[in-house]
């Protein structure tokens, strides 16, 4: 994989980026000339990087299409984009889009009538069914098939670059679901590259780890990275040390009082993990889970965000200079989230961290667009 210098003036984008309140203007379907569709898109962290990378490379980028099961990150998107029409549907993938052979159903020619000249197609399948963490289905669930799903869309909708982005252990799956999609996208003529990436390459302050598919009609992607320093928490959310507690963005969750003190001590003795003896007693003797009840450091990348980011129970997610865990908007930074995304409406605090703890960090698809498009791809 080959590293690309960027200017220093595109690096230092990345935080006027970040700390934004008004996402760049995006045109029509009508007047763009990268047009993109978003498959299980969630909140639209996916989409948002598209397009903002788009913009970076000179291109007019529009959202044709963004879908999802769950309304309520739609309701995100469509306020954050200032989308009123169809652009963006509630449907379950897994039931609209029929297998890979089919004639096509009614269902999918409702669902993608009137989209047509597709630059971009992206999917961020549940990773549920491929994560470590799931010990009941790991590597063996029916949710992994929506891979396939994803080859559908693209025999559908021909779009001229497919990306696709997962859990490191996505091809451990038992079903051979990733295998079967890349196949299936080889078939359609596709030229199929994949990798996995830790997302501090591309600029997010986290240890991310996502295997990336990509699939481009014309030539296989050659790989280029922008050389981006590693990115700190400071770097991240130093200008929200002390940001007003005015709504539920911007306040942490309240600890257990046995919790409290166990942040408090964490703080008080400048240390980073918790030692055994003040863990519960079911996580208190031979683990190696030395991150969970433990302290983030300022100069340093996060840990992985997940929906637990409120929880010093379930990783490392305690301020480093704060008596306290992350508020909802300081893990929004950490995913690379901008600002000018907006969860206003969001008052539920277990919604909120499952929008930004499962959103795909949109420096991921910055760093592709750009590269797809430095390479006409796309």
């Known amino acids: 994989m080959s590293i690309v210098t960027r200017s220093g003036a595109e690096v230092d984008a990345d935080l006027s980026f970040l700390r934004s309140t008004q996402a760049n203007a995006t045109g029509t379907v009508a007047d763009a000339d990268l047009t993109v569709v978003d498959l299980f898109s969630g909140c639209g962290g996916l989409t948002i990087g ?3 990378g788009a ?14 099961h769950d309304e309520r990150p739609l309701a995100v998107l469509r306020s954050t984009l200032n989308v009123t029409g169809h652009e963006i549907v509630t449907a379950d993938l897994g039931s609209v889009l029929g297998g890979f052979s089919e004639v096509p159903r009614i269902s999918e020619l409702e669902l993608f009538k009137g989209v047509r000249d597709v630059s971009l197609l992206l999917a961020g399948p549940p990773c549920q069914g491929h994560s470590a963490l799931n010990n009941h289905t790991r590597h063996d669930d029916p949710r992994n098939d929506l891979y396939i799903a994803v080859a559908r869309a693209a025999q559908l909708l021909e779009p001229a670059a497919v990306i696709i982005e997962n859990v490191r252990s996505v091809g451990a799956d038992r079903r051979g679901s990733m295998a079967r999609c890349a196949s299936f996208l080889q078939e359609l003529g596709y030229a199929v590259v994949q990798d996995r990436i830790d997302l501090t390459r ?6 991310r780890i996502r295997h990336v598919l990509i699939a ?5 992607l050659e790989w280029a990275w922008p050389d981006r320093a590693e990115r700190s928490v400071g770097w991240a959310i130093g200008d929200l040390l002390d940001a007003p507690s005015v709504s539920v963005f911007d306040t942490p969750s309240r600890p257990t009082p ?13 240390v980073h993990n918790l030692p055994n003896s003040k863990r519960p007693a079911c996580h208190s003797n031979g683990h190696s889970y030395l991150s969970m009840y433990g302290r983030l450091w300022w100069d340093r990348p996060a840990q992985t965000i997940t929906s637990g ?10 301020h480093p200079l704060r ?9 929004a930074r950490l995913q690379f989230l901008p600002d000018f995304i907006d969860f206003s409406d969001v008052q539920h605090r277990g919604a909120l961290a499952t929008m ?23």
Do not use: Y
């Open 216 to 220: 481009t009609r014309s030539r296989p």
């Open 202 to 207: 591309t600029g997010a302050p986290q240890r």
């Open 258 to 270: 046995t919790n409290r003190k166990r942040i408090e001590w964490l703080i008080a003795n400048d």
């Open 55 to 68: 913009a970076r490379a000179g291109r007019r980028g529009a959202l044709a299409l963004a879908v999802d």
């Open 309 to 318: 980011f409120g929880s010093m129970g379930q990783g490392r997610f305690v």
């Open 323 to 331: 008596p306290r865990t992350l508020t909802p908007h300081e893990a």
């Open 356 to 378: 930004i703890g499962n959103a795909a960090p949109p420096s991921l698809t910055i760093s592709l667009v750009q590269a797809l498009c430095e390479q006409a791809a796309i």
């Open 50 to 52: 598209a397009l903002e």
